[in-house]
């Protein structure tokens, strides 16, 4: 089992940048990739981003690309930096370990989320 712990949420202005930290313990070689997610309030949770853990692979969906980048370092950290922040990426951001997919099944393990309020 692969635990995340994730931070680095708040309130920014619309315009404006967050750096999102999530800190995995535990079994993490059994895990390929990290992902982040997002879900609203009454929406389904979304994919954001996700890294390979060796070579640095990444993807995006389409609503964040040129916005947010993906990162991880070589002490079990992956990063998500949004910058240009719109009202419509508020959301609970949840970081995930698992296959580098785009699903929600492709993800075993998840955080417990952190917010992000982006005010317009």
């Known amino acids: 089992q692969v635990q995340l712990v994730e931070s680095g949420g708040g309130l920014v202005q619309a315009g404006g940048s967050l750096r999102l930290s999530c800190t995995a313990s535990?079994?993490?070689?059994?895990?390929?990739?990290m992902g982040w997610f997002r879900q609203a309030p009454g929406k389904e949770r979304e994919f954001v981003a996700a890294?390979?853990?060796?070579?640095?692979?990444t993807r995006y969906a389409d609503s964040v690309k040129g916005r947010f980048t993906i990162s991880r370092d070589n002490a079990k950290k992956v990063y998500l930096q949004m910058n240009s922040l719109k009202p419509e990426d508020t959301a609970g951001y949840y970081c995930?370990?698992?296959?580098?997919?785009?699903?929600?099944?492709?993800?075993?393990?998840w955080g417990q989320g952190t917010q992000v309020t982006v005010s317009s």
């Open positions: 890294i390979i853990w060796t070579g640095g692979s």
């Open positions: 995930a370990a698992g296959r580098y997919g785009s699903t929600l099944q492709d993800f075993g393990s």
């Open positions: 535990g079994r993490t070689f059994s895990s390929y990739a």
